[in-house]
T-cell receptor, first 114, second 110 residues
Framework: GAGVSQSPSNKVTEKGKDVELRCDPI?????LYWYRQSLGQGLEFLIY????????KSGLPSDRFSAERTGGSVSTLTIQRTQQEDSAVYLC????????????FGPGTRLTVT | GQNIDQPTEMTATEGAIVQINCTYQ??????LFWYQQHAGEAPTFLSY????GLEEKGRFSSFLSRSKGYSYLLLKELQMKDSASYLC???????????FGKGTTLSVSS
């Protein structure tokens, strides 16, 4: 594909609802990352997938957050029982491999929890 | 733990040179990145340094001193389109992801 794509671009949800955010990485990229960016804050690492290895979930802020990557390609980030503090832009990135390789970011999903 | 510090805002005029500093404290060091992010857009890669010294890429250069935990991004011949946020990021200890600073918002005026 041309680049990393994410859907939806915007999501407004009510507090307490579950949401799913989708990421399609660049074809052939084995590493996939989720970050979130809150107003006035830097990008915050959430989770990392590399090939068939166990994901690095150390950045997930609570057990309401989970992510999966099916077939080594598409990834879904799920937030259960959303809270207002979950409002942020959720960015997905992919790279050829982990570590020092350049990460290509998608356009993000802006999540607003009302 | 890891900590990345960079100034919040900077201003400059077209045609000038600006240096954006970044200091980092990391448990282990695996490399340092600079990304550019225009308002409302995704970050895009600018540079990667893992060895000490200056890496030049057109109007943009990046410098690293591992002993000082210090990097800078140098932008020459500034253009209006360079108005953006510049993000300094270090690879985490596990080598699995980037730890970002809060970014430096650069405003270029005519």
């Amino acid at each position: 594909g041309a680049g990393v794509s994410q859907s939806p671009s915007n999501k407004v949800t009510e507090k307490g609802k579950d949401v799913e955010l989708r990421c399609d990485p660049i074809s052939g990229h084995t590493a996939l990352y989720w970050y979130r960016q809150s107003l006035g804050q830097g990008l915050e690492f959430l989770i990392y997938f590399q090939g068939n290895s166990a994901p690095d979930k150390s950045g997930l802020p609570s057990d309401r957050f989970s992510a999966e990557r099916t077939g080594g390609s598409v990834s879904t980030l799920t937030i259960q029982r959303t809270q207002q503090e979950d409002s942020a832009v959720y960015l997905c990135a992919s790279s050829r491999a982990g570590g020092r390789y350049e990460q290509y970011f998608g356009p993000g999903t802006r999540l607003t929890v009302t | 733990g890891q900590n990345i510090d960079q100034p919040t805002e900077m201003t400059a005029t077209e045609g000038a040179i600006v240096q954006i500093n970044c200091t980092y404290q990391t448990s282990g060091f695996n490399g340092l990145f600079w990304y550019q992010q225009h308002a409302g857009e995704a970050p895009t890669f600018l540079s990667y340094n893992v060895l000490d010294g200056l890496e030049e890429k057109g109007r943009f250069s990046s410098f690293l001193s591992r002993s000082k935990g210090y990097s800078y991004l140098l932008l020459k011949e500034l253009q209006m389109k360079d108005s953006a946020s510049y993000l300094c990021a270090a690879i985490n200890q596990a080598g699995t992801a980037l730890i970002f600073g809060k970014g430096t918002t650069l405003s270029v005026s005519s």
